[in-house]
């Protein structure tokens, strides 16, 4: 009875509804219509206009159809090609202020402006499948085919379909193509160099992902990087970046502590429903899930045919670690071979293409970021893409020393100066007292410690946390370069420090940290920081006095301590050894300046807390599993901590 009811009243309200609607256009006919005075289909001019724009759905290997943006400029001939692909919508990127200037065209994420229009290239910016204009299905760093992608069809053989497309239907161009990007488009420009198109020519990748578990976005030594859960949500939750992530409180640090863990948070954001969440839950190890797609692993097995210069910020607060494992992978294999190129400069992710003098508190002295474009990034270009190849005189490494303000051109890297002086690993210990020396501790205390507190976590910068952006009134480009003495003044804090140096001490490649350390707890984390301390006063600089500048800095997550792929509980009360890389550095400690090492046990919001007592999966925990624990940093003969320091010996 009640499904012929509702069959007859859902049948009713139709004819009535068919009724209204018939009744309402009888009557709008009867009035006069006002004609639209919007065209039906709009044809911009073109008058005036220095570049002609082209649009273009580049069909691949499968049928689906890519969104590409073309920009050629007029008059252009036998020119160039740079391509960049991206999630970030291809429109957006080749549309700025309204001009009829090419110039004005492109926007500036990951565009050296002007050095693609003195250059005279052909500019490409095409949206990756899934997103924005293209066709197809969106998967976060799509991996290559194979186990983790049976498809035909990846990021490698996208942009070959796309270079054979281009050459053959931009008639201005010479057929030589150069791919370049900063970031997830940095990833992009590593992915042709595997099976690489042969009219691709040159490949610039910065600050590019490589390995989202051991250094980049998503992790960092299996702490996961929770302050990312938003660009997770907004990149995956619908294919033009329409769903926005509603914050709950201004202070992260309230949000991310009210929440508990990032499962708990993610669920109730509805983060459940996204693919690439699920995956990043459901493998906090470094099993094959990650280490199968990682970037420089991939390429270590991959001849290396089309000259390549890797770009790498020294505080890049987003992907330190991908554009140096990228180098390290390769460098063994292209000795010689004159493809292999890397940039390393003083900035913050992707700060290269940008006005960079300073970076926060810190001054160059130069506009860094310019010479690096006209002086490096123009002349390899052109170089690769001209048809007359102009004489380039880029070193193999290009590389900027902190402290001193210098760039250096080096045959390889790490080579600290230019006869290739190989930085000799040297120790720099822990000592009692809190004091920090090249001689090992041969007396006194054996252990400073402190209580690691989950409900107090240690912030990662002066609170107010404010979100990961990049608008004016946010500061996360530059948090790697904050003043730690925030937190060097904590209880959960131990901060170890030298006498004033009365020589110049630099250090060029990647220090060590060895922490003795155990804790009350069956797991924790290590957060071990090398810092710059500046004297009390700083001529010309009075606000930088006692400044305590972060030089390389990173976590350890101790439950992978003996296996990053299979973690295991910490044996409580036990004195163990914890060793990992802090990110690349090329810095000199000058006299006057004393170094310091801090170690604390949480980085809050930017990671996840450790309950610190061991669960199978640290997303899930429960409030009960959040436990103080406390940490004993051992600093006696047979259980000496100390980081490891790449030292150089100064040139005279």
């Not at 035909?152 to 030589?176: A, F, R």
């Not at 997770?232 to 939750?237: G, H, M, N, S």
Request: net charge negative; hydrophobic share 40%.
């Amino acid at each position: 009875m009640t499904v012929r009811w509702n069959l007859f009243a859902a049948l009713l309200l139709s004819v009535i509804s068919l009724t209204s609607w018939t009744a309402q256009a009888q009557s709008a006919s009867l009035y006069p219509q006002y004609p639209s005075e919007t065209p039906s289909v709009f044809h911009a001019p073109t008058y005036g206009m220095d570049y002609e724009r082209r649009e273009a759905m580049i069909p691949m290997r499968d049928g689906v159809k890519l969104h590409t943006v073309i920009l050629v400029p007029k008059g252009a001939r036998h020119e160039g090609i740079l391509l960049t692909r991206t999630p970030y919508s291809a429109t957006v990127l080749t549309t700025n202020t309204p001009s009829v200037h090419l110039g004005t065209s492109l926007w500036g994420y990951d565009n050296a402006t002007e050095t693609i229009i003195r250059g005279g290239y052909i500019r490409v910016v095409q949206d990756i499948r899934g997103k924005y204009g293209s066709e197809g299905d969106y998967v976060m760093n799509r991996p290559l085919h194979g186990p983790l992608n049976p498809t035909p069809v990846d990021e490698s053989t996208d942009t070959y379909d796309t270079i054979d497309w281009l050459v053959k239907n931009i008639p201005e161009s010479n057929g030589k193509v150069g791919i370049l990007g900063i970031s997830y488009d940095g990833f992009l420009s590593l992915m042709p160099l595997v099976h690489p198109h042969p009219a691709l020519k040159v490949a610039v990748p910065m600050n590019p992902m490589v390995d989202g578990w051991r250094g980049d976005d998503w992790f960092h030594n299996g702490a996961f990087r929770q302050q990312n859960m938003p660009y997770i949500y907004e990149q995956t939750a619908t294919r033009s970046n329409t769903a926005h992530w509603l914050s709950s409180n201004f202070d992260d640090y309230d949000m991310y502590m009210k929440a508990g863990s990032a499962g708990e948070l993610g669920k109730q954001r509805g983060m459940d429903q996204i693919g690439f969440w699920k995956k990043v839950t459901a493998h906090p190890a470094y099993d094959s899930f990650w280490s199968d797609q990682a970037v420089d692993r991939i390429l270590a097995k991959e001849p290396l045919t089309v000259p390549t210069m890797l770009v790498a910020s020294l505080w890049d607060q987003e992907d330190i670690y991908g554009a140096m494992a990228v180098y390290k992978a390769l460098e063994p294999s292209d000795k010689n071979k004159g493809k292999l190129f890397l940039v390393l400069g003083p900035w913050h992710h992707g700060q290269e293409i940008e006005e960079a003098d300073s970076l926060g508190a810190i001054k160059f002295h130069s506009d860094t970021g310019l010479y690096f474009r006209e002086k490096v990034l123009a002349p390899f270009l052109a170089h690769y893409l001209k048809d007359d190849a102009p004489a380039m005189h880029v070193a193999p490494v290009t590389a900027f020393v902190t402290g001193t303000d210098t760039w250096e051109r080096l045959k390889v890297w790490p080579s600290g100066c230019e006869q290739d002086c190989t930085p000799k690993p040297t120790p720099l210990y822990l000592q009692p007292d809190l004091k920090l020396s090249f001689a090992p501790p041969t007396t006194g205390q054996a252990f400073d410690e402190y209580v690691s507190d989950p409900a107090k976590p240690v912030p990662f910068r002066a609170r107010p946390n404010q979100p990961v952006g990049y608008t004016s009134n946010l500061s996360w480009v530059r948090w790697l370069v904050d003043d730690q003495r925030e937190f060097s003044g904590r209880p959960d804090v131990l901060a170890f420090t030298t006498a004033p140096l009365t020589a110049p001490l630099k250090i060029s490649g990647e220090p060590i940290a060895n922490l003795v350390a155990s804790t009350t707890g069956t797991d924790a984390d290590w957060v071990v920081k090398l810092i710059d301390v500046y004297p009390d006063e700083v001529a010309g600089q009075p606000e930088m006095g006692g400044y305590q500048l972060a030089v390389s800095m990173d976590i350890f997550r101790g439950r992978y301590r003996d296996s990053l792929s299979a973690p295991k509980a910490i044996a409580p009360n036990e004195p163990l050894l914890y060793k990992f890389a802090l990110p690349t550095v090329n810095h000199v400690f000058l006299p006057g300046h004393r170094i310091m090492v801090q170690v604390q046990s949480s980085w809050f919001p930017l990671y996840d807390r450790n309950p610190q007592t061991f669960v199978p999966n640290i997303f899930f925990a429960k409030p009960a599993d959040y436990q103080k624990a406390t940490e004993r940093i051992y600093h006696a003969p047979g259980h000496a901590s100390f980081v490891e320091l790449p030292v150089v010996t100064m040139e005279k």
